[in-house]
């Protein structure tokens, strides 16, 4: 999701849906310890970071307020308080996709935007979509990894979860976009709540799978690098033998985000 982690908010926190903090057994905790990742160098605090955001903001405030939101939420509301917050990506998602070459898509994005703005009542319908144009999906993260900027360190940050240096200057940038720059800290609050709560409620049915993982913290950790991957090559991927024998389990976590 393309905001979610970016504005510090003790209500919302994304990414971090139902997963158990810590090792299953002292084996498998031992065997953390003994492994480093050269993507995770700060994997001490980040795990601390992990533990409080599952064990504190997580399940006593995240996860009920999802729950509260989805269980009495009118749907069609739901559906269209959600079709607004991401019409208002449709601009950013135009120029990302044009500094990558991708001219057709971002006019596309570009032609969303104006057709949910007027016909669709200020994005709250999906009329583009119902007439065959697809929402093209861009980050400006993901253009500087077209350009061969690496992510740098993983990093977990309290009450925002997984992020990156490259996704986090991506998201800055992309915040300086029309509309989103002239949103008041309001409206701003308001499209994130949204996004993060409904992140939130599709990772509901993800939370046993994570539960059952022997390291729930690396398992979102190889799941979030691979969405990263995924996205900036567009789904053309290669894998390693490892990476084949989780493709399951992080595909079907990677269907909730």
């Known amino acids: 999701m393309k905001k979610l982690s970016f504005l510090l908010l003790p209500l919302l926190l994304l990414a971090l849906g139902g997963c158990a903090s810590n090792p299953r057994t002292k084996a498998d905790a031992e065997q953390v310890q003994q492994y480093t990742?050269?993507?995770?160098p700060f994997e001490s605090v980040n795990r601390s970071m992990w533990d409080f955001n599952y064990d504190v903001l997580d399940a006593y405030i995240l996860r009920p307020t999802a729950v509260v939101y989805a269980d009495y939420m009118p749907q069609f509301a739901r559906t269209g308080l959600l079709n607004m917050a991401l019409n208002l990506e449709e601009p950013s998602n135009s120029v990302n996709n044009v500094l990558q070459g991708k001219m057709g898509d971002g006019f596309i994005s570009l032609g969303r935007f104006l057709l949910n703005s007027t016909v669709g009542l200020l994005g709250t319908i999906d009329v583009a979509t119902k007439i065959g144009l697809e929402r093209k999906d861009e980050e400006f993260g993901e253009v500087l990894g077209k350009w061969g900027v690496?992510?740098?360190p993983y990093l977990m940050i309290p009450a925002l979860g997984p992020n990156d240096?490259?996704?986090g200057v991506g998201d800055y940038?992309?915040?300086a976009y029309g509309p989103l720059d002239s949103l008041n800290i309001y409206f701003s609050v308001l499209r994130?709540?949204?996004k993060a709560l409904e992140a939130r409620a599709a990772l509901i049915q993800q939370e046993q799978q994570l539960d059952n993982s022997?390291?729930?913290y690396g398992f979102v950790k190889n799941a979030y690098f691979?969405?990263?991957?995924?996205?900036v090559k567009d789904g053309q991927v290669e894998k390693t033998a490892e990476e084949e024998a989780l493709d399951d389990d992080i595909d079907a976590y990677?269907?909730?985000l």
């Open 37 to 40: 990742d050269p993507k995770d």
């Open 150 to 152: 690496a992510t740098g």
């Open 165 to 167: 240096p490259r996704s």
């Open 173 to 175: 940038v992309d915040s």
């Open 192 to 194: 994130f709540g949204i």
């Open 214 to 216: 022997a390291d729930p």
């Open 226 to 231: 691979q969405n990263l991957e995924f996205k």
């Open 254 to 256: 990677l269907e909730g």
